[in-house]
């Protein structure tokens, strides 16, 4: 492969591995495609941020771009990218076409996150109080954006199987456009168990989660109003500390030292706090993808009680590293089971490490995936001529969406 291939990233926000799963994520993609070759520029439109992390440690240029803006054609006429990724639909909506148009041979790759549609439609369909029907879906106005993102995209990388069988079954997407790149851990970041604080140097219960996201909001509000005092019941000496980047006021209200129910905000440091837990807490009713908070668990050798939402496409076939309850009386139940039975915690804990070394190392998919980066640059237009739905939704998007921006840009004139 040629050194010097550069890939472009075009960043829905600037990476905040600290402060969210999505963040750890973009920097995994950053080291497996640094590890093939290539020269990185990530791109955004996005306000520089706090947390954000400092690029130029990980040797990947940092550039501002413009929504809107025919600046951003030159800028990528002149780097002319070999590969253009965009984190989440949004992003390829922007500036896709203008990829199309100035770099058209360049490898488009899409990394979904989570399906932004499927989250919201379990979102909506829990706020109207009601089952979520796979049907919901066709009716989601984001979903008909993200599937034609999907389509007019040469590969979109996504984290869950369920989610993949979704598109193939529901959308009749092509197999082809679609890679199952689940998050990634380093070997060394394996725990010894004997390492790690045992049993009885454990204790509280933690939940973790960015406040920025709504699944995890909606679980803290259901830990106050309905798990937590099942469980205080059965142990009047529990505390819940609760932590998360960007707590709004309504989150640090909560905060009720009385009842052990205690509002952190931002961990300094997510592993060491969830390892000094003895169990975590995840009762998400509502979200998609997979849950960077309870592979960190497994990480930290932490069992977890969570809903089949949160442990969905996590385990395969094998045991959960803790409990998977949707009923809120039987989920306090095995909280309570977990933080008392050293036998049925120890097993939890074993069940974690297991998923972890079966599913999530990093050497399971780095060759692969670069082998399949290579195939997709080396016979990138038989692949389109494959996907006839793509071009033609690339054709039609490019004149609707480069006339929409191009009226945006003469009206901020």
Same mark, same amino acid.
């Given at each position: 492969?040629?050194?010097?291939?550069?890939?472009?990233?075009?960043?829905?926000?600037?990476?905040?591995?600290?402060?969210?799963?999505?963040?750890?994520?973009?920097?995994?993609?950053?080291?497996?495609?640094?590890?093939?070759?290539?020269?990185?520029?990530?791109?955004?439109?996005?306000?520089?941020?706090?947390?954000?992390?400092?690029?130029?440690?990980?040797?990947?240029?940092?550039?501002?771009?413009?929504?809107?803006?025919?600046?951003?054609?030159?800028?990528?006429?002149?780097?002319?990218?070999?590969?253009?990724?965009?984190?989440?639909?949004?992003?390829?909506?922007?500036?896709?076409?203008?990829?199309?148009?100035?770099?058209?041979?360049?490898?488009?790759?899409?990394?979904?996150?989570?399906?932004?549609?499927?989250?919201?439609?379990?979102?909506?369909?829990?706020?109207?109080?009601?089952?979520?029907?796979?049907?919901?879906?066709? !009716?989601?106005?984001?979903?008909? #954006?993200?599937? &034609?993102? %999907?389509?007019?995209?040469? +590969?979109?990388? /996504?984290?869950?199987?369920?989610?993949?069988?979704?598109?193939?079954?529901?959308?009749?997407?092509?197999?082809?456009?679609?890679?199952?790149?689940?998050?990634?851990?380093?070997?060394?970041?394996?725990?010894?168990?004997?390492?790690?604080?045992?049993?009885?140097?454990?204790?509280?219960?933690?939940?973790?989660?960015?406040?920025?996201?709504?699944?995890?909001?909606?679980?803290?509000?259901?830990?106050?109003?309905?798990?937590?005092?099942?469980?205080?019941?059965?142990?009047?000496?529990?505390?819940?500390?609760?932590?998360?980047?960007?707590?709004?006021?309504?989150?640090?209200?909560?905060?009720?030292?009385?009842?052990?129910?205690?509002?952190?905000?931002?961990?300094?440091?997510?592993?060491?706090?969830?390892?000094?837990?003895? !169990?975590?807490?995840?009762?998400? #009713?509502?979200? &998609?993808? %997979?849950?960077?908070?309870? +592979?960190?668990? /497994?990480?930290?050798?932490?069992?977890?009680?969570?809903?089949?939402?949160?442990?969905?496409?996590?385990?395969?076939?094998?045991?959960?590293?803790?409990?998977?309850?949707?009923?809120?009386?039987?989920?306090?139940?095995?909280?309570?089971?977990?933080?008392?039975?050293?036998?049925?915690?120890?097993?939890?804990?074993?069940?974690?490490?297991?998923?972890?070394?079966?599913?999530?190392?990093?050497?399971?998919?780095?060759?692969?995936?670069?082998?399949?980066?290579?195939?997709?640059?080396?016979?990138?237009?038989?692949?389109?001529?494959?996907?006839?739905?793509?071009?033609?939704?690339?054709?039609?998007?490019?004149?609707?969406?480069?006339?929409?921006?191009?009226?945006?840009?003469?009206?901020?004139?």
């Amino acid at each position: 492969m040629n050194r010097m291939q550069s890939l472009l990233i075009i960043g829905f926000v600037w990476p905040e591995p600290n402060s969210s799963a999505a963040g750890g994520r973009m920097m995994q993609l950053i080291s497996l495609f640094q590890v093939q070759g290539f020269k990185i520029v990530f791109a955004s439109p996005a306000q520089d941020s706090d947390f954000m992390v400092d690029l130029s440690e990980f040797d990947v240029q940092k550039e501002s771009i413009e929504l809107n803006n025919s600046s951003f054609d030159a800028f990528i006429k002149e780097l002319n990218p070999s590969v253009v990724l965009f984190d989440r639909f949004m992003m390829e909506e922007q500036f896709g076409w203008r990829v199309a148009e100035n770099c058209p041979d360049a490898l488009r790759i899409l990394d979904t996150e989570d399906l932004h549609c499927l989250r919201l439609a379990r979102q909506k369909a829990f706020k109207e109080k009601r089952e979520f029907q796979i049907s919901d879906l066709l !009716v989601e106005e984001v979903a008909k #954006r993200e599937i &034609a993102s %999907i389509l007019r995209c040469d +590969l979109s990388l /996504m984290i869950s199987e369920y989610e993949i069988e979704l598109l193939t079954t529901t959308f009749k997407i092509d197999n082809a456009l679609l890679y199952y790149l689940p998050l990634l851990l380093e070997s060394k970041a394996i725990p010894d168990l004997a390492k790690l604080l045992s049993f009885e140097e454990r204790t509280d219960f933690v939940f973790i989660g960015n406040f920025y996201h709504e699944p995890n909001w909606n679980s803290v509000q259901y830990l106050k109003e309905t798990i937590w005092s099942l469980i205080k019941k059965q142990i009047p000496e529990a505390v819940l500390n609760i932590y998360g980047a960007y707590p709004s006021q309504k989150v640090l209200q909560l905060n009720n030292v009385k009842e052990g129910f205690l509002i952190h905000g931002r961990a300094e440091n997510a592993q060491e706090v969830v390892q000094k837990a003895r !169990v975590v807490l995840a009762p998400l #009713r509502f979200g &998609a993808g %997979i849950k960077g908070k309870l +592979l960190e668990a /497994m990480q930290c050798g932490t069992p977890s009680v969570t809903t089949s939402i949160g442990a969905e496409s996590m385990q395969g076939i094998l045991q959960w590293n803790g409990f998977v309850e949707d009923d809120p009386e039987v989920f306090a139940a095995k909280a309570v089971q977990l933080y008392q039975d050293k036998e049925i915690w120890l097993q939890a804990q074993k069940n974690g490490i297991a998923i972890i070394n079966q599913r999530y190392l990093r050497i399971l998919f780095e060759e692969d995936f670069a082998t399949q980066i290579e195939f997709l640059l080396s016979d990138l237009k038989q692949h389109r001529l494959n996907n006839f739905m793509g071009e033609l939704l690339q054709h039609h998007t490019l004149k609707s969406t480069k006339y929409m921006s191009k009226w945006i840009e003469e009206k901020n004139k």
